[in-house]
């Protein structure tokens, strides 16, 4: 059973860092690309940002420069490092990965507020 768990989600005030994690089991992690979603109220789901096996990164034009993805294949878990959070950033955000079916974490909210 493949499960994926958030967590590290939180308030912070503008300018402000946090770390997400999603742990990872029911698959080899080493071998799945991982992507990172949020979805804002009223909005769709947007990817994030992406890492794959090899451990090459994209982002959205919108946090490039500021987020960072990483993965730890030893603890099966995947990292997002966000920085300098605007009061845009504020989602809902999900881990994912795919092999013939969509994998969904349960999502951590992360709210960016004064």
């Known amino acids: 059973q493949v499960r994926l768990v958030e967590s590290g989600g939180g308030l912070v005030q503008p300018g402000g860092s946090l770390r997400l994690s999603c742990a990872a089991s029911?698959?080899?992690?080493?071998?799945?690309?991982m992507d990172w979603y949020r979805q804002a109220p009223g909005n769709q789901r947007e990817l994030v940002a992406t890492?794959?096996?090899?451990?090459?990164?994209n982002y959205a034009d919108s946090v490039k420069g500021r987020f960072t993805t990483s993965r730890d294949n030893a603890k099966n878990t995947l990292y997002l490092q966000m920085n300098s959070l605007k009061p845009e950033d504020t989602a809902v955000y999900y881990c994912?990965?795919?092999?013939?079916?969509?994998?969904w974490g349960q999502g951590t909210q992360v709210t960016v507020s004064s």
């Open positions: 890492i794959s096996t090899a451990g090459n990164t």
């Open positions: 029911g698959i080899v992690f080493r071998t799945f690309d």
């Open positions: 994912h990965t795919k092999n013939r079916i969509d994998y």
